[in-house]
């Protein structure tokens, strides 16, 4: 059974739509950030859409530069180039972390309207520098946190002005996103698409009945190549969209009965127990280190392994998923440093969510021992033979 990849929805478990409401929702979760004022979109970057448009009504004199880290997801560009934003560049070492004399150079010499941030795979990666963002604040600057890779963190996104991030990485809904701010939020005009729910909706109860239905290997086979063709379009939908479409009834209904310290304790429980695991290893390692992971549970377990490719496609052939994040976009390829070259080409996510137990850690983790053994074996015989 395949372990990863995006969800998978049981069709019998689907509400009706009458059950959700997308208008007087909220989600615990979100109340963490202390701001009074949170819409739900349908998409991370359409909240990130929504908070430009909020930042531009709240600040109209505001000056439309942002600083972004380069190492960054290349769909979060998208609004920001869509909004007439100009974007500029802050770097990030190995440890995902920012430099401050940097920052603050940038600061000077740029001053931008907007500091976007990124706590990186459930640690507080901005800790040693939270400190410094009342001064930046009282120069004028906006901070936006985007925690769609750090939601059940506690800590972070209270002293940003805005808070954005994607619900639909986080749980098995067709749609979901969200944006949270002390200052208003644009409502008028943002509507849920429904054609785009209901086909997302297909899609992931279409993998469920592919995973789990009846059917020959050829037939399963089949129905998953064009599940992944169907996934490729409906993300290059998004990628296109310029409206901010509201989180669908649907999802709404599905979110409200969730159970978020559940998934956020499996999370937590899966990612203890394969990080564990992974000491002592050649060929991967953790990202973060032990003491500031302690107690987290991340949207993935993020590792950097010596052949990235090889050891993907190792893990596909047995039904692993670990997506890379993030591919290269056009708009920071000519800006990277050495690190951040380092991170794009080596940062692999293990798979560690609520729909997994210890079983499939365990299986995980063989796999993984496996391929520590056949591939010090192999490169040790080839260095014997230099020899």
Known sequence: MEIGSIYEINPQGIPHKEEGDSWGFALGGTEKYGKKNVVFTMSGRAAIALA?????KNRPEIEKKCLLPAYMCDTVFFPFEQEGWRIYFYHV???LE???EELSRLMERIRPGLLFIHAYYGVDTWKPMRS???????QGVCIMEDVT???YLEGIGKEADYVVGSLRKWYPVPDGGF?????PLIRVGIHPEEEFTEKRMELLTEKWEYLYGAGKPEEKK??????LKKNREMEEWLDRYKGIGGISGLSAGMLSKVNEEECRNKRKENYRYLYGRLRGKRQLWPILSDDEDRGTAPLYLAVYAKDREELQSF????DIYAPVLWPVGRENRDCLTEDEKYIYRHMLALPIDQRYGRQEMERIEGVLDEYELLTNRTRNSKLLKEI
């Open 52 to 56: 430009l448009r909020s930042i531009a």
């Open 132 to 138: 410094l963002f009342q001064r930046w604040k009282a």
């Open 315 to 318: 893990l596909i052939k047995h």
């Open 222 to 227: 089949e129905m998953k190549r064009d599940f």
């Open 179 to 183: 944006a949270a701010s002390g200052e």
């Open 98 to 100: 920012a430099d401050e």
């Open 93 to 95: 070492n190995k440890k």
């Open 149 to 151: 890779q750090s939601y």
